[in-house]
């Protein structure tokens, strides 16, 4: 006989079961755990699984018997009274044992979070504009820039100062008050002199106009690469100019062209730069429109949020921003003492989580709605994605996902991004002149 159980809604998003086991299913596991190991211990006198169970139980304790019952009660029929309650857990639940004794009916009540009533159904021919782009010949001519950027060599010049596009090689010394610190010296470290993108702006500046073998003294503040510890700490370098390169670029022209490989003449060259140009712009508009709809249709239905759910977001939004942080050379508690900045900025997490969070919980539902689902060649080609991204074999990404027990992650984000896929298809987009991109 199927397990009974009495459905308890603590709020929308929480509920309780209280599942009672009947007295014969409960005394059938207690024999089985008991035979299973009468065929496993020696009991003189007694063949192997001879043995009754009398006899049995003065050699096995009857605690870890009763635990291993429990181990196979529990999770069999909490599955079975989910289903039949037509749940949708969320997270694992808490169990709490009421009656557990063997010749009884065994009692326990689950509590768990549940995935809200989602009243989300005009989700199809959603209306959004968006503005009318197309690919310009200036964005051809820059990315045909970029090209030859990439295949430039850079070749040592003499007789001549520090430019700013300029390679510059140099040995350097830095010290903070008379102290040293971590990378503040090196040799041979070379330096593309291009100060608005240079991640240590006022170092880069300093050795414009200096000549090769040349040695200079540079007081420059410490940016984030060097540490929360050193970061933003004005340094006194002395910088000696060992070398000084200048980028050779090729001419735009066919030869350019086949030295890219696969083009024969410069027009097939310019025609591909094109097509990429183009799909990229499809791209960009595609998750454009992806981020307004899911907004749109956010914003137009209320329903509760699961609390562990937004716990968990918020957890890893802090998480990222205190790495972001970090990185930058800024301490994840800058704000501890300026109370105002600091409640203002928690609720700014706060909300971030509670939007990810419902968004997340449409996409599962017109997924489930739409029976998508997430096939082996969507995550073999995710895959592939990855791997080009980074340099790393599927096979080796694979191992780091299921190390990690992260693949369902991987796959679940999939599953969205489907569900996004299906209300950009799905949706009227118009092209409008003069519509704002944000």
């Known amino acids: 006989m199927p397990p ?79 289903k039949e309650n037509q749940l949708r857990p969320i997270t694992f639940p808490s169990f709490e044992i009421k009656q557990f004794q063997e010749g009884l009916p065994f009692i326990y009540k689950a509590t768990l979070e549940v995935r809200p009533e989602i009243p989300v159904e005009q989700y199809k021919g959603l209306q959004v504009s968006v503005p009318k782009e197309e690919v310009t010949d200036q964005q051809e001519s820059d990315a045909l820039e970029q090209l030859r950027e990439r295949a430039g060599k850079w070749i040592s010049v003499e007789g001549r100062s520090v430019q700013e596009g300029d390679l510059a090689v140099l040995d350097y010394k830095g010290t903070v008050n008379g102290e040293t610190f971590p990378g503040g010296e090196g040799e041979g470290l070379q330096l593309e002199i291009v100060p608005d993108k240079s991640v240590f702006p006022e170092l880069t500046q300093a050795l414009i106009g200096m000549l090769p073998n040349e040695k200079k003294d540079i007081r420059a503040v410490l940016p984030a690469p060097f540490g929360p510890d050193w ?133 599962d539902e017109i997924a489930k709605r739409e029976g998508l689902s997430v096939a082996n060649e969507d995550i073999n080609a995710e895959l592939v994605r990855i791997s080009q991204a980074t340099g790393q074999s599927p096979a080796r990404l694979v191992q780091f996902f299921e190390s990690q027990g992260t693949f369902p992650y991987l796959v679940d984000s999939l599953l969205k991004k489907k569900a996004l896929d299906f209300l950009v298809n799905h949706a009227e987009i118009n092209h409008e002149e003069g519509v704002s991109a944000t």
């Open 4 to 82: 009974t159980s009495n459905l308890e809604r603590i709020s929308e998003t929480k509920v309780t079961l209280e599942v009672t086991v009947e007295a014969d299913q409960v005394q059938r596991e207690w024999d089985r755990m008991f035979q299973n190991h009468a065929s496993k211990v020696r009991i003189p006198g007694f063949r192997t699984g001879k043995a009754p169970r009398k006899i049995v139980e003065r050699y096995v304790p009857r605690d870890a018997v009763g635990k291993e019952v429990l181990d196979k009660l529990v999770p069999d029929t909490y599955q079975e009274v989910v």
């Open 231 to 363: 970061a933003g700490k004005e340094a006194d370098f002395v910088a000696t100019l060992k070398e000084l390169k200048e980028k050779s670029l090729p001419q735009l022209d066919d030869e350019f062209a086949r030295d890219l490989g696969g083009f024969e003449t410069l027009e097939a060259l310019k025609a591909e730069v094109r097509r990429r140009l183009e799909a990229a712009l499809r791209e960009k508009e595609h998750s454009h429109v992806a981020v307004k709809l899911l907004e749109q249709l956010s914003q137009s239905l209320a329903f509760p949020l699961p609390e562990s759910l937004v716990q968990t977001r918020k957890n890893q939004i802090e998480k990222d921003l205190n790495s972001f942080l970090a990185s930058r050379g800024i301490r994840a508690d800058t704000y501890k003492d300026d109370a105002a900045r600091l409640e203002a900025f928690k609720e700014d997490i706060q909300k971030e989580a509670e939007k990810k969070v419902k968004e997340d919980l449409l996409l």
